[in-house]
């Protein structure tokens, strides 16, 4: 049982390349996630998605894009990195809402 | 939106001491997350509260929604180099589609 998958696990870009992250959950859930985590801002919600076919921005969408094609996978994109977009990603999964999300282990992105 | 304030934001404390990390809401909170994370890794989800005046523990933690449902602590009893790490409170605004975090307590348990 895999749980929440990111692939990469870290990955470093030079501003204005593009890089997909891939979040596969293998618990058929409904729900998931995508934040980033910055040094003394905690957690922030990009986009999410309540179902296949389905995405809606959070709380910084800009800069991101997401799709949700099958239900297991969630992927986010950077079409032009900027260093702003330095941070840990982290991806979240869960059958409805949060009382028993599963968080994957991150990825750390650094543009340059 | 929904803020979530958390403090201390870091904590050391001596093996074997008990400790208290707060949250408290801008608005009336619906169900409350705390998670745990270890550095460099996701987080694990502790307990959920959602009733006024709720506590639930889990071995030696115990989390605690007050009355008015705008703050909620999480102590924990003889603390052990285990439980060091980042803990992160959550709120989900009545939705179960985004959930907003506070900005998290370090905790740091020495020998």
């Known amino acids: 049982n895999a749980g929440v998958t990111q692939t990469p696990k870290f990955r470093v870009l030079k501003t204005g390349q593009s890089m997909t992250l891939l979040c596969a959950q293998d618990?058929?859930?409904?729900?998931m996630y995508w934040y980033r985590q910055d040094p003394g801002m905690g957690l922030r919600l990009i986009h999410y998605?309540?179902?296949?076919?389905?995405?809606a921005k959070g709380e910084v969408p800009d800069g991101y894009n997401v799709s949700r094609l099958k239900k297991q996978n969630f992927l986010l994109g950077l079409e032009s990195a900027a260093p702003s977009q330095t941070s840990v990603y982290f991806c979240?999964?869960?059958?409805?809402?949060?009382?028993?999300?599963?968080f994957g282990q991150g990825t750390r992105l650094t543009v340059v | 939106s929904q803020e979530l304030e958390q403090s201390p934001q870091s904590l050391i404390v001596q093996e074997g001491k008990n400790l208290t990390i707060n949250c408290t809401s801008s608005?009336?909170?619906?169900?409350l997350y705390w998670y745990k994370q270890k550095y460099g890794e996701g987080l694990i989800f502790l307990m959920m509260?959602?009733?006024?005046?709720e506590e639930k523990s889990h071995e030696k933690i115990t989390a605690k929604l007050d009355e008015k449902k705008q703050q909620s602590s999480l102590h924990i009893t003889a603390s052990q180099p285990s439980h060091a790490g980042i803990y992160l409170c959550?709120?989900?605004?009545?939705?179960?589609?985004?959930?907003?975090f506070g900005t998290g307590t370090r905790l740091q348990v020495t020998l």
């Open positions: 979240a999964s869960g059958r409805q809402g949060f009382a028993e999300a599963f």
């Open positions: 618990m058929n859930h409904e729900y």
């Open positions: 998605s309540v179902g296949e076919g389905t995405t």
């Open positions: 608005k009336t909170l619906y169900g």
């Open positions: 509260l959602q009733k006024g005046g």
């Open positions: 959550g709120a989900d605004g009545g939705t179960a589609s985004k959930l907003t």
